[in-house]
Nanobody, 122 residues
Framework: VQLQASGGGLVQAGGSLRLSCAHF????????MGWFRQAPGKEREFVAA???????YYQNSVEGRFTISGDNAKNTVLLQMNSLKPEDTAVYYC?????????????????WGQGTQVTVSS
């Protein structure tokens, strides 16, 4: 499986962006897809995840503002980000997991896409 993230950009605070993660290759073994982000000088952190069965998980700071969804027909996972804040500025990465586990933890993911930059100006 190869992952390709897109949709990042520059937006003013309060604005919206939609990130897309296209996955190429066999998806039958994918149990979870997630988004993580890393701001300059900070560690990578969990943002959101969706499981094969449709369960979703969010970091507390984005719950209610971000929505993760999967489009199996298009082999794509989306992250709709609304009410963006300057502290959401980071490089966002999508990832795929073949395993059952804690999808909030990066070590449970097996494939990672390249990052896409999200910059929120105040």
């Amino acid at each position: 499986v190869q992952l390709q993230a897109s949709g990042g950009g520059l937006v003013q605070a309060g604005g919206s962006l939609r990130l897309s993660c296209a996955h190429f290759g066999s998806i039958f073994n994918i149990n979870g897809m997630g988004w993580f982000r890393q701001a300059p000088g900070k560690e990578r952190e969990f943002v959101a995840a969706v499981t094969r069965s449709g369960l979703t998980y969010y970091q507390n700071s984005v719950e209610g503002r971000f929505t993760i969804s999967g489009d199996n027909a298009k082999n794509t996972v989306l992250l709709q980000m609304n009410s963006l804040k300057p502290e959401d500025t980071a490089v966002y990465y999508c990832a795929a997991s073949y395993r059952l586990g804690d999808y909030k933890r990066g070590e449970f993911y097996d494939r990672w896409g390249q990052g896409t930059q999200v910059t929120v100006s105040s």
